[in-house]
């Protein structure tokens, strides 16, 4: 029993960074309809920022961490800036082949300026853990995941109690109706793309320090929470919150009583199971705070 | 009677979709007015509509306001120049409550005047007030299309296009429509609006307009059309022999 609540509290831990993303991942969907393929890149590059912040640059964990969430904030601004700002309506399959284009670039910028080589990223809370009522908590994992829960949030007062953030609801429930109101679509897609990825690169730098930091380490983790917003529903946000523990719990738990190997492909059999039974996903489409 | 300002002027418009649908319209509206847009099924009241407001691509042509041309302007600069919709089909935002729906609504107004539209709307709309706290998608028909109207007066437009506001109401609701649009006129708007129930319009309008696959087959005043044996015959079921005299 202690060893299954074990599991399901490191699941719990992983599920609240995959929330992280995936909500990022579907506030991005919902607002511009584009599905993001560069998404996992951005997590990747939260992560090498922070890397390099921290190894060579000797800045202490949490300013690298706000440094390096901006940072890839301001990166993705600039992609929908630059890039993502001309789409029309209806040219889904081109936004694909672009996003997709921009993660290779990602990736490959990365590995040219810092190596393709894995690298481990200590910071003051590595190997420092504490033991609650006879559960062994990990330091570095437990400040990710309150990172995460404090960014979710911040994001959830964001769209109920800000013109912005109502503005983004309304642009992705019905795009016609927020023209006539008067609402400005570049402005509303430029922030909601820049807060998504934001939260991308957040997520990257908290697990820094616990995962080894690489410049592929973006494409597997897209491809899970792609899994993780089906199962939630497509754009939406609690719908990508309780799939993303979901899939955590059941990815820990299943890793630890089996294989690893299983635990990889937990998602995806759960995302049939749920296509099948719910097509539209546990929660529908619309961003619903 | 003075001459009224023109506030609206159509010039040789083409507007559609990926081809035109709607073709070489011109029209001066003046201030203060109300028209009828009519014309049958898939004539292009719509998209006409729908054209006046950057919501719809516009091929050629020139669209004034107040003499100057707006006809490459965004919906959310066209808001902000006084002009104001409730198209076809639902606009309100279905997960949000009525009271988010009607803060979206005063969208381009400041803090306090968005507080002033709010309570102004209310007022003229009472049903309103007791589903503040209720998702717009949850709300009957009827009371999604007043959300609607009050989501588009709240910014105090000048220029109000209505598309068939009186669709899928009761004669009682349709009447109340009509008597709302000739108390707006009342207020100095100009309102344009595409209506089925063309005897009800025309009755409240000043002027009318008439498209036809796309192009102008009449327009005049509201009276004339009334009386004009082709359109009693198109649109109000009047026996041919006896319309012609
Ligand atoms: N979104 C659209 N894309 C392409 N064609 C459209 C669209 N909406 C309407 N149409 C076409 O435009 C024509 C006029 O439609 P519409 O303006 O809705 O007419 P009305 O309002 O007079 O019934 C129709 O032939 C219709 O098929
Ligand atoms: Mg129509």
């Given at each position: ?21 995936a ?15 560069a ?36 990166v ?22 672009l ?71 309304a ?10 109101v008067?609402?400005r ?74 294989s690893?190997a ?17 097509p539209?996903?546990l ?7 | ?28 509206v ?19 509509l ?5 919501l ?34 639902r ?15 005063a ?51 000048r ?10 109401l ?22 344009i ?11 409240i ?24 044996p ?16």
């Amino acid at each position: 029993m202690e060893f299954f609540i074990q599991l399901v509290i490191n699941g719990l831990m992983l599920g609240m960074v995959y929330a992280l993303i995936a909500i990022g991942l579907s506030l991005i969907f919902g607002v511009l309809e584009i599905v993001n393929f560069a998404h996992g890149h951005f997590y990747m590059l939260g992560a090498t920022v922070l890397a390099a912040l921290v190894t060579s640059a000797g800045i202490g964990f949490f300013p690298s961490l706000v440094i390096a969430t901006v940072a890839v904030g301001v990166v993705g601004y600039l992609v929908y800036v630059v890039l993502l700002r001309h789409f029309r309506e209806g040219e889904f399959d081109r936004g694909i082949i672009l996003t997709i284009g921009i993660g290779m670039v990602l990736q490959n910028g990365v590995a040219y300026l810092f190596g393709s080589s894995s690298r481990m990223v200590d910071t003051s809370l590595s190997f420092v853990s504490w033991d609650v009522a006879g559960f062994f908590v990990d330091a570095q994992r437990t400040v990710a995941v309150l990172v995460g829960a404090v960014a979710i949030a911040a994001l959830y007062a964001v769209l109920t109690f800000t013109r912005i953030g109502k503005a983004m609801r309304a642009f992705a429930q019905n795009r016609e109706a927020a023209f006539i109101v008067g609402i400005r679509p570049a402005v509303i897609a430029g922030i909601a793309v820049a807060i998504g990825i934001a939260l991308a690169g957040l997520a990257g730098a908290a697990l820094a320090p616990v995962f080894a930091v690489h410049p592929a380490m973006g494409a597997p983790i897209l491809f899970k929470v792609f899994a993780i917003i089906i199962i939630g529903g497509l754009g939406s946000l609690p719908g990508a919150l309780v799939a993303s523990l979901l899939i955590g719990v059941t990815e820990s738990v299943v890793g630890g009583y089996s294989s690893v190997a299983l635990q990889d492909a937990v998602a995806f059999m759960l995302m049939i199971v749920v296509l099948l039974a719910f097509p539209a996903g546990l929660f529908g489409k619309g961003i619903r705070v | 009677m003075p001459e009224k300002k023109v506030i609206l002027e159509l010039q040789d418009m083409c507007v559609g979709y990926s081809e035109p649908i709607v073709r070489n319209v011109s029209l001066k509206v003046e201030e203060n007015t109300i028209w009828s847009l009519i014309g049958g099924n898939g004539a292009g009241k719509s998209t006409l509509l729908k054209s006046l407001f950057g919501l719809t691509r516009c091929f050629s042509g020139t669209l004034l306001l107040d003499g100057a041309p707006i006809q490459n302007l965004s919906p959310a600069e066209r808001v902000r120049k006084g002009m104001g919709i409730v198209p076809q089909g639902r606009c309100n935002f279905p997960l949000m409550s009525v009271r988010e729906n009607l803060e979206m609504g005063a969208y381009t107004l400041s803090h306090s005047e968005a507080k002033r539209a709010m309570e102004r709307v209310l007022q003229m709309f009472p049903v309103l007030r007791q589903k503040l706290g209720e998702s717009a998608g949850n709300l009957s028909g009827g009371e999604q299309q007043i959300l609607e109207t009050a989501m588009a007066l709240e910014t105090g437009p000048r220029v109000l296009l209505l598309d068939e506001p009186s669709l899928g109401l009761s004669p009682k609701m349709q009447q109340e429509v009509f008597e709302n649009v000739e108390s707006l006129r009342g207020e100095g708007l100009t309102v344009i609006m595409a209506e089925q129930n063309i005897l009800g319009s025309l009755m409240i309008s000043d002027r009318a307009f008439v498209l036809d696959l796309g192009t102008k087959l009449m327009e005049g005043a509201a009276r004339e059309v009334l009386e004009d044996p082709k359109i009693k015959v198109a649109f109000l079921g009047a026996d041919p022999e006896e319309a012609v005299e």
